[in-house]
């Protein structure tokens, strides 16, 4: 049972920088891909970015060359480092842990481009 806690999130001017964080307990989480994942109002939840255990990564289009995805082993955390951030980009953003058949999710952080 892995449990999944974010932090960060808040209000950003377009343009600006912003880093989520995502804290992992229950177990160690270093096995899983981990995974970021947002939300806007009306629209599906979306994949942001992934790592595999490996430290492979992948980008949502929309983000590529803007957000980087990493992760720390050791204080079973993973990170989202946004920057040149876009009034689109506003949404709840979610951190997912998954392994073969496990999925587990955090409650979500807002982070708001206002401009």
């Known amino acids: 049972q892995v449990q999944l806690v974010e932090s960060g999130g808040g209000l950003v001017q377009p343009g600006g920088s912003l880093r989520l964080s995502c804290a992992a307990s229950?177990?160690?989480?270093?096995?899983?891909?981990m995974g970021w994942y947002h939300q806007a109002p009306g629209k599906e939840r979306e994949l942001v970015a992934i790592?595999?255990?490996?430290?492979?990564?992948n980008y949502a289009d929309s983000v590529k060359g803007r957000f980087t995805i990493s992760r720390d082993n050791a204080k079973n955390t993973v990170s989202l480092q946004m920057s040149s951030l876009k009034p689109e980009d506003t949404a709840v953003y979610f951190c997912?842990?998954?392994?073969?058949?496990?999925?587990?999710w955090g409650q979500g952080t807002q982070v708001t481009v206002s401009s």
């Open positions: 997912n842990a998954a392994l073969k058949y496990r999925v587990y």
């Open positions: 229950g177990s160690s989480a270093s096995s899983y891909t």
């Open positions: 790592i595999t255990s490996g430290g492979t990564t």
